[in-house]
């Protein structure tokens, strides 16, 4: 298939818009400059995040550590990013800020039409409760309950929820719904914990290192259940990873490096998971 149908189809009208002002910025920079101008504002009414100039200052004591050094940073719609970079280089602290687990010390966040970055504690408490699904490298699920009912935990909160069932069916494990995570392999569990984020049905889930703890081939499988969200539920994703060869599973790779986004490439073709070697 042509890769530019492919995006069109992926993302009616406004990614197409993208696609075009990001080649036409490449190719024309000075001539394509109103247009992209134009472009952008249009986009800007599509975005999942926009932030921009995020800085972030951990104080230690004396000691400073900067993290975050005037990041500007968008997700849109259906977008599945994956997100690279060294050790240390700040792609939690990015991810953190963006779910609402952490503030900036400057710079400003926004999620749909809200500004994050002005949140205070109980509307930043509601909007990971109900906008923001979280899978982390462990998967946190509570011991004495099953599959099905860590699910549940979640959808007995949230407005207008998938069933466990349906979130379980989602992830490929409807026939492990009554086992309880002892009795769940490591890659099980970890798509237990992505049924459980994404049964509140959130615009976007946020996954830092969901494959870390996971060997080659389970890690595929986990990753082919955050494809199949993506693609069938429209959740946008943003993936943290070690590993640069999941980069080609994306729509758009960002890379960092010392607390800054060095890198932001589009995948015009998104790589099957069966062909990614690693
Ligand atoms: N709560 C904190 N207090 C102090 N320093 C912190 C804190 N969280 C992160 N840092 C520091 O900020 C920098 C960026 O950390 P961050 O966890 O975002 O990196 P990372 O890219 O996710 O690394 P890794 O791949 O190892 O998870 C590091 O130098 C880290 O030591
Ligand atoms: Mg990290």
Request: charged share 20%.
């Amino acid at each position: 298939m042509n890769s530019k149908v492919k995006v069109t189809e992926r993302y009616p009208r406004i990614n197409l818009l993208r696609f075009v002002s990001y080649h036409l910025n490449n190719a024309f920079p000075i001539a394509a400059d109103s247009f992209f101008v134009r472009i952008h504002i249009q986009a800007k009414k599509n975005h999942i995040f926009e932030a921009r100039g995020l800085s972030k200052v951990y104080k230690m004591g004396e000691v400073e550590v900067v993290a975050l050094k005037d990041v500007d940073f968008d997700l849109f719609p259906g977008e599945m990013m994956v997100l690279l970079g060294a050790s240390g280089s700040g792609k939690s602290t990015l991810l953190n800020i963006l779910g609402g687990l952490d503030t900036p010390t400057s710079g400003s966040v926004m999620y749909e039409q809200t500004m994050l970055s002005e949140a205070n504690e109980s509307e930043l408490t509601q909007y990971r409760r109900k906008h923001v699904g979280f899978v982390f490298q462990f998967y946190n699920l509570i011991p004495s309950l099953t599959a099905r009912e860590n699910v549940a935990l979640v959808t007995e909160i949230s407005d207008n929820p998938m069933t466990p069932e349906e979130a379980l069916g989602l992830v490929g494990l409807s026939d492990r719904m009554d086992h309880f995570p002892a009795q769940l392999s490591g890659g099980e569990q970890q798509r237990v914990a992505i049924a459980r984020a994404v049964a509140k049905k959130p615009h976007v889930l946020l996954c830092d290192e969901p494959t870390g703890a996971l060997d080659v081939e389970t890690g595929k499988i986990v990753l082919k259940a955050l494809d199949r969200v993506n693609r069938e539920v429209g959740t946008a994703i943003a993936i943290i990873t070690h590993n640069a060869a999941i980069a080609a599973m994306g729509d758009r790779v960002v890379q960092m490096s010392s607390g800054r986004i060095v890198e932001n490439t589009i995948n015009t073709e998104r790589m099957s998971l069966d062909k990614i070697v690693w």
